[in-house]
């Protein structure tokens, strides 16, 4: 299983950044893809806080975008590494121990700050559920118990949990697996997605927690986005899938409305519609990876949408206190308190609001001693570093 540095070279050898040109328009690319993960979560937001049910396909799909954008990037980084373990000399455990560190610090200080916040401000009792968010397993918890809580103001962390389960895991394969056999193991993990599903339905469990909360049910989107870095690194997505005017997406996007508004069966988007459309959402991905064009580029290089991308673990992490926030507003004022448009406006200024000030006073100080732990192709002091041209490696780098 275990192969020689030399050999991962060998497999690494053309730098995904050389194909790149270092163009001024190159450096806002790599904000398109922030651009993708806060409209993602605002999406998540609108069926939380919008539709009825507090769920649809659209969430879900948001979901899977954001997972999908989470594996691409991880591999990108995990790639890099790989190939700079053997040209810099760089030990596997100084690899590891500087990416789980750098993972620590990018996630932790306001995950454990929402807990807290949780745990102290009147939240339902925990009933011993507390170890579970601590070690980010809330979404085995969901399985095992077949419910989203309590306290269910921390039900949406299972899907940090299960990115966490998944780095946890990732950087052994794609770091140790050897040469030829690495795209077989990402295909492989990405089949269990729709096996653990279908497993599912024909037990009668499609409509329970585990459903969706366990890594088997969000492995294939995370295996996409996982496969979509190896390609692109090996030159190998073809122009009309990731190009820089992708109108053929707007086809994609108008059959998705259609799909979704025709009121298929939860079972055809358990089963099929939440694997297809991760075609097009990796082709989205890797088209923002280029630099879309046309309409849709800029409203994806719009700077306040980027800004806002950046601080996107925020707003996603904060929803249920924004929730709380905009309903106290909201009935002071004597309007509604149901789902519906004042709810999901109000929540998304609350939860935006929440993410700035978290990330201004705790995030972001936090993230300045990433310096600490260095991936091994960046070793030399920041204040000493030139500005690079943008490559989907930078981006992965400043993502985690």
């Known amino acids: 299983m275990q192969q020689t540095a030399e050999a991962a070279v060998r497999e690494l050898?053309?730098?995904?950044?050389?194909?790149?040109?270092?163009?001024?328009?190159?450096?806002?690319?790599?904000?398109?893809?922030?651009?993708?993960?806060?409209?993602?979560?605002?999406?998540?937001?609108?069926?939380?806080?919008?539709?009825?049910?507090g769920s649809g396909p659209m969430g879900r799909l948001s979901v899977r975008l954001f997972l999908l954008i989470s594996g691409y990037l991880i591999t990108h980084i995990l790639l890099r590494s790989r190939e700079?373990?053997?040209?810099?000399?760089?030990?596997?455990?100084?690899?590891?121990?500087?990416?789980?560190?750098?993972?620590?610090?990018?996630?932790?200080?306001?995950?454990?700050?929402?807990?807290?916040?949780?745990?102290?401000?009147?939240?339902?009792?925990?009933?011993?559920?507390?170890?579970?968010?601590?070690?980010?397993?809330?979404?085995?918890l969901f399985a095992k118990t077949q419910s989203w809580g309590p306290p269910y103001q921390l039900a949406h962390l299972w899907t940090l949990?299960?990115?966490?389960?998944?780095?946890?895991?990732?950087?052994?394969?794609?770091?140790?697996?050897?040469?030829?056999?690495?795209?077989?193991?990402?295909?492989?993990i990405a089949a269990t997605g729709p096996v653990f599903r279908l497993a599912m339905v024909m037990l009668g469990l499609d409509d329970t927690a585990g459903a969706y909360t366990l890594l088997p049910a969000s492995a294939t989107a995370l295996?996409?986005?996982?496969?979509?870095?190896?390609?692109?690194?090996?030159?190998?997505?073809?122009?009309?899938?990731?190009n820089s005017r992708?109108?053929?997406?707007?086809?994609?996007?108008?059959a998705f409305a259609a799909a979704t508004l025709a009121g298929w069966p939860d079972q055809l988007h358990y089963l099929i519609l939440e694997f297809v459309w991760l075609a097009p959402l990796a082709a989205l991905l890797l088209s923002a990876s280029k630099g879309i064009e046309g309409p849709v580029g800029r409203l994806l290089d719009q700077a306040w949408?980027?800004?806002l991308g950046r601080i996107s673990l925020g707003v996603y992490l904060y929803q249920n206190l924004a929730f709380a926030a905009a309903k106290w507003v909201l009935g002071r004022?004597?309007?509604?308190t149901t789902n519906g448009p004042a709810v999901?406006?109000?929540?998304?200024?609350?939860?935006?609001?929440?993410?700035?000030?978290?990330?201004?006073?705790?995030?972001?100080?936090?993230?300045?001693l990433k310096r600490l732990f260095p991936y091994p192709w960046n070793r030399r002091p920041v204040d000493k570093a030139p500005p690079a041209a943008w490559s989907p490696d930078a981006q992965s780098a400043k993502a985690s």
């Open 13 to 53: 050898s053309v730098p995904l950044s050389s194909s790149l040109p270092a163009t001024a328009a190159a450096v806002s690319r790599r904000g398109q893809i922030d651009a993708l993960r806060i409209l993602a979560v605002i999406w998540v937001l609108f069926d939380h806080f919008w539709l009825t049910a």
């Open 84 to 140: 700079a373990m053997e040209r810099e000399k760089t030990p596997l455990k100084t690899v590891l121990v500087n990416f789980y560190a750098r993972r620590a610090l990018r996630i932790a200080p306001a995950y454990y700050l929402l807990i807290w916040l949780t745990w102290n401000w009147g939240a339902e009792d925990f009933k011993g559920s507390l170890p579970w968010f601590l070690s980010f397993q809330s979404s085995v």
């Open 161 to 188: 949990s299960v990115q966490e389960q998944f780095y946890l895991l990732w950087p052994a394969i794609v770091l140790l697996v050897r040469r030829g056999a690495l795209g077989f193991w990402v295909a492989a």
């Open 223 to 242: 295996c996409v986005g996982a496969g979509a870095a190896m390609l692109e690194r090996r030159r190998l997505v073809p122009a009309w899938f990731a």
């Open 246 to 254: 992708p109108w053929w997406l707007i086809g994609a996007a108008a």
């Open 305 to 307: 949408l980027q800004y």
């Open 333 to 336: 004022a004597g309007l509604a």
């Open 344 to 368: 999901f406006l109000t929540t998304s200024v609350f939860s935006m609001a929440f993410a700035l000030a978290s990330w201004k006073l705790l995030e972001q100080p936090v993230n300045s």
